[in-house]
């Protein structure tokens, strides 16, 4: 049997119209009659799917166009051409009766009542969504229980700290049970122990309900606690959409060695040990820290042999190469092929 | 209809958590009521009548032209402006409600606190100071009912235009205040419609901004006969239907061309 897609995205475009100011007072005076108006694609025809219960990391750098990929996926923004279907529906079209289907926590916005008491948002949400008492009592007992905010239901919001806050937001994403998640930044500004209790939570109504989660976050430990497949976005485009492990073992192959020496030689002489090579050199001249990024494992014992015949080490390190490494060499190469 | 009963609830809850204003809110009313009194006794100096209004009648006419307005008036226009701007609103949209069927509830919940914790003290109050005269007649009442009611709608409606307007011109604390004045003026708070010379009130006739402080006021200080309350009502109903059109039309464009502020 097929497994149904949560998610279907084909040929994906949204366009702003931007305008540019003329520079100078005589630009200012032209700029009242006429501007210089720029249509600025920032989703650029893109395709993806997702298969319901997956956990999919939604990576990119600022402005490549996750938020506003998030914002048509809940309906919220028109697309400018392209198809969208989620949960078997088109999200803008019928927006009333889809987002139900939906919880969405936008971290760095609130969606509880400021003035109020969290229990108070809760009830409301829980009209709103027309969630039954016998439903509510059996879930969210547990999500409550479960992330730990019992004893911040009688406060008003805003006496909440942003790790409470946080968790609170989640709970009420919750209310309605979704078969599928959005969460935009959910762990941003949050100190490890939260972060942690959330990450936990997540994979456990993953594997509870089945819940399909779609995230996006610039915290890569985030996406590699929870997600198995990653798709990376930028400038509008999906340049890599795939299992995290094999973005890994293709571009996370190689060490980085670090050397500090008794004594310390030039940076040229230590790059001519290795001549004819594929190792790159760079120095921290702060901390007079040589590192060596090697691309190919069978090279780093020979890069040490040749190293310590030459100079005196003092202290020696091998690292592997970071998730976020990786990305940063995605970006800078512009694509992943 | 469950949640927008709960919505009012809330509304309400959000009005006691900020007792000040509310303090607050009913020495500013019961000062305007004093200034306007004061100022129209000036005025009517030994008069006993000016253009068919007595006295009496005035007075009555100023005092429940601003009890009135704590029922009708709100600050939604201002609200989803802030929301609009700060990018709120797309928490707005991810929920399975009319957004501005939600904010008119809001402005509902305000309105019925402000009803019974302001206007109906209030109006004690006054009662005692100022030579109000209420009538007793249940016809007038249930008519002064009708006719707030649709006094809210109306204003409220009028402020869901300005408040859409955020979408197209970004920034319009501008329009905000300048709406607040028009209605002040032209609705017959400051000043009864009959009171505006003859050009002014034709051209009145055409605009709905009576329908919200003019049209119950005099209802209730028995300045209309039974026929020109009932035609009144009608008018105001027909403003309601009408004002539907131009925020469905703007709300559909301003849907198309949301730009969420702020990422």
């Known amino acids: ?337 | 209809m469950d949640k927008y009963i709960e919505m009012i609830r809330i509304r309400f809850l959000m009005m006691l958590a900020y007792r000040t204003n509310y303090y607050t809110g009913i020495l500013i009313y019961a000062i305007n009521i004093g200034a306007y009194y004061f100022l129209w006794a000036a005025i009517y100096g030994h008069k006993t009548q000016i253009e068919g209004l007595s006295v009496v009648q005035m007075t009555t006419y100023v005092a429940i032209a601003w009890m009135a307005r704590a029922f009708y008036f709100n600050n939604i226009d201002r609200e989803m402006a802030v929301e609009i701007m700060e990018g709120k609103v797309a928490v707005e949209l991810i929920r399975p409600y009319s957004y501005l069927m939600m904010k008119t509830m809001q402005g509902l919940g305000e309105g019925i606190f402000r009803l019974f914790f302001f206007s109906v003290p209030g109006m004690l109050i006054v009662s005692f100071i100022f030579p109000v005269k209420f009538t007793w007649n249940p016809a007038v009442w249930g008519l002064f009912a009708v006719s707030i009611v649709l006094s809210f709608l109306i204003n409220t409606q009028l402020n869901l235009l300005t408040g859409i307007t955020t979408f197209f011109l970004f920034n319009n604390s501008g329009l905000i205040r300048a709406k607040r004045v028009v209605i002040d003026l032209f609705s017959g708070l400051l000043l009864p419609i009959s009171f505006f010379p003859g050009w002014a009130q034709g051209i009145m006739k055409y605009l709905p901004f009576q329908g919200i402080s003019y049209i119950p006021s005099m209802i209730f200080s028995n300045g209309f006969t039974r026929q020109a309350a009932f035609h009144a009502i009608l008018e105001q109903a027909i403003w309601v239907i009408i004002l539907v059109l131009p925020i469905q039309v703007l709300w559909s464009l301003a849907k198309k061309q949301l730009v969420i502020q702020g990422g």
């Not at chain 1, 520079?23 to 989703?43: E, Q």
């Not at chain 1, 166009?65 to 078997?88: C, E, Y």
Request: charged share 25%; net charge neutral.
């Open chain 1, 1 to 337: 049997m097929k497994m149904k897609n949560a998610i279907e995205v084909e040929n994906l475009r949204k366009e702003f119209k931007g305008y540019s100011s003329r520079s100078g007072l005589k630009g200012a005076f032209r700029d009242l009659f006429t501007r210089n108006y720029k249509i600025v694609p920032a989703v650029n025809d893109i395709s993806f799917s997702v298969k319901q219960g997956e956990m999919v990391g939604y990576i990119g750098e600022n402005g490549a166009g996750k938020s506003t990929t998030i914002k048509m996926l809940t309906g919220i923004l028109t697309p400018t051409s392209g198809r969208i279907m989620v949960n078997g529906m088109n999200p803008h079209q019928e927006r009333e009766r889809f987002v139900q289907t939906i919880g969405v926590v936008f971290g760095q916005r609130s969606q509880l009542w400021w003035d109020i008491a969290v229990q108070e948002s809760f009830r409301l949400l829980k009209k709103v969504y027309k969630v039954s008492d016998a439903h509510y009592n059996e879930h969210m007992n547990h999500v409550i229980k479960t992330l730990d905010i019992e004893p911040l239901l009688d406060k008003p919001v805003r006496k909440l700290s942003l790790g409470q806050r946080m968790r609170c937001e989640l709970a009420a994403a919750l209310i309605h049970n979704p078969p599928l998640l959005f969460l935009d930044e959910p762990t941003i500004g949050l100190d490890v122990l939260v972060k942690l209790k959330i990450r936990e939570f997540l994979k456990e109504i993953n594997e509870k309900y089945n819940t399909t989660i779609l995230l996006t976050t610039h915290d890569l430990s985030d996406i590699e606690a929870l997600c198995q497949r990653v798709i990376m976005l930028d400038e509008g485009n999906i340049i890599y959409d795939g299992a995290l492990n094999s973005l890994k073992e293709k571009w996370g192959e190689g060490k980085e060695l670090q050397f500090q020496f008794l004594k310390d030689p030039e940076l040229n002489a230590v790059q001519n040990l290795t001549r004819g090579m594929p190792v790159y050199w760079e120095l921290d001249e702060k901390k007079m820290v040589f590192s060596a990024m090697i691309e190919d494992n069978e090279l780093v014992s020979r890069t040490i042999a040749k190293v310590a015949e030459a100079y005196q080490i003092r202290d020696m390190k091998i690292n592997e190469i970071s998730t976020e490494e990786i990305i940063r060499n995605i970006y800078e190469k512009g694509s992943v092929s």
